[in-house]
């Protein structure tokens, strides 16, 4: 009789080593996966994208509409730019606003040091502002600033 305790103690024991054991592992193997998923997506995020949020201060042209004429243009993606929805997040800050009749006025900061990146006027006649701005703001920051 004490033998078949002794049995079935050692029994319980060795299952629960080799499970607490199998937790160990996953836990492990799981922190790594989680770990090198948030180096990963830090990383590609830090190097390769700058992030821009588009604000519209102007009633006839929403930033949406600003936002999805740059996305349009192939400079956009080539120039590892992409939009975000969060200010704060933001590296570039592109800001419209309406001047007179039919002026519109835009100017893109760097969100971290101030610095005017890219600026100027367009005209809502014979095209888009939406359109203008995008095409204009990229080649501006194309010419050589950061």
């Known amino acids: 009789m004490f033998q078949l305790r002794t049995i079935k103690t050692s029994i319980v024991l060795s299952l629960l080593v080799l499970g607490a054991a199998f937790l160990i592992t996953a836990t492990?193997?799981?922190?790594?996966?989680?770990?090198?998923?948030?180096?990963?997506?830090?990383?590609?995020?830090?190097?390769?994208?700058?992030?821009?949020?588009?604000?519209?201060?102007?009633?006839?042209?929403?930033?949406?509409?600003?936002?999805?004429?740059?996305?349009?243009?192939s400079e956009f993606a080539q120039m590892g730019l992409v939009l975000t929805r969060d200010a704060a997040d933001a590296d570039i800050i592109l800001e419209l606003r309406h001047d007179v009749l039919t002026k519109y006025v835009y100017s893109a900061v760097d969100a971290h040091t101030q610095v005017v990146l890219a600026g100027g006027k367009v005209s809502?006649?014979?095209?888009?502002?939406?359109?203008?701005?995008a095409k204009r703001f990229l080649k501006q920051l194309a010419q050589g600033h950061p």
Do not use: C, H, I, N
């Not at 989680?34 to 929403?62: D, E, G, N």
């Open 28 to 73: 492990a193997a799981r922190a790594q996966g989680l770990s090198y998923t948030a180096a990963t997506r830090a990383r590609t995020t830090s190097t390769t994208q700058r992030k821009v949020f588009v604000r519209s201060k102007a009633l006839l042209v929403k930033a949406s509409v600003v936002e999805d004429k740059l996305m349009k243009r």
């Open 124 to 133: 809502s006649l014979g095209g888009t502002v939406g359109g203008k701005v």
